[in-house]
C-alpha cells in the first residue's frame, strides 16, 4: 500500500491567489476596512508569504489594480480590430469594449472607481486612463496643443463617468444604453 503524497500548490499558482483572496477582501470590505487576515482567510498563504510576494495591503490593492487594468486591456484588444474604420469609429468600438469590459469586472472595478483608495490612488487611476486614451487616440495625443490637450481631458471625463455608471449597472443591456450614449456625447465633442 503507497501512502499518497501531497501536492502542493505550485509557486506560480500562489500569486493569483493570493491576488483573488485580495480581490474578494477589497470588493467586499473596500480599501480601508479589508485586512491581511481577510487575505490570509481567503488564499491559506501565511502572512509572511503575502508580505514577501506582495508587501502590505496598499500593494496588494495596487497588484489588484493592476490585473484589473491588463485584463480590460486584453479584453479591448480582442474586441477591436484596429484596420478598420475611421478613427472617430474605432474610438467608438473602444469606448463600447472598454466599458463592457469594466462591466465584466464590476466586482472588482467597482473598488476602484470608489474614493476608497490609497493615498495617491484617485490620481494614478486618472492618469492611467489618459495613458488609454493616448493609445486609442494616437492622433489627439499627439499634438501638444491645449486645445487637443483639453479634448483629451474631456474625453477622459466623459468616459469616467460612463465607467462609474456601468459598474452599477444590473444588465448588460443598460450597459449597451450607457455605451452608446457614451459615444454618441463623444461623436458630438469631435466631430
Do not use: K, N
Amino acid at each position: 500500500m503507497s501512502i499518497p503524497i501531497r501536492r502542493w500548490t505550485t509557486t506560480e499558482a500562489m500569486p493569483q491567489r493570493i491576488l483573488d483572496a485580495a480581490t474578494a477582501a477589497f470588493a467586499a470590505r473596500g480599501f480601508s476596512e479589508a485586512t491581511m487576515a481577510d487575505v490570509v482567510d481567503g488564499c491559506g498563504a501565511g502572512i509572511g508569504s503575502i508580505h514577501r510576494q506582495f508587501g502590505g495591503m496598499r500593494e496588494l490593492f495596487m497588484a489588484v489594480f493592476d490585473r484589473l487594468v491588463a485584463d480590460v486591456d486584453r479584453y479591448v484588444a480582442a474586441a477591436t480590430d484596429t484596420s478598420h474604420g475611421d478613427d472617430v469609429t474605432m474610438f467608438a468600438a473602444t469606448t463600447h469594449a472598454y466599458l463592457e469590459a469594466l462591466w465584466l469586472h464590476r466586482d472588482v472595478a467597482v473598488v476602484f472607481g470608489s474614493d476608497d483608495g490609497p493615498a495617491g490612488f484617485a490620481r494614478l487611476r486618472e492618469r492611467r486612463l489618459c495613458d488609454a486614451l493616448r493609445r486609442w487616440t494616437p492622433e489627439v495625443a499627439a499634438d501638444p496643443s491645449p486645445q487637443d490637450q483639453l479634448l483629451l481631458r474631456m474625453l477622459g471625463a466623459i468616459l469616467a463617468e460612463a465607467s462609474s455608471l456601468v459598474i452599477l449597472c444590473d444588465s448588460e443591456a443598460d450597459v449597451a444604453l450607457i455605451s452608446d450614449a457614451t459615444t454618441e456625447a463623444i461623436d458630438r465633442l469631435v466631430r
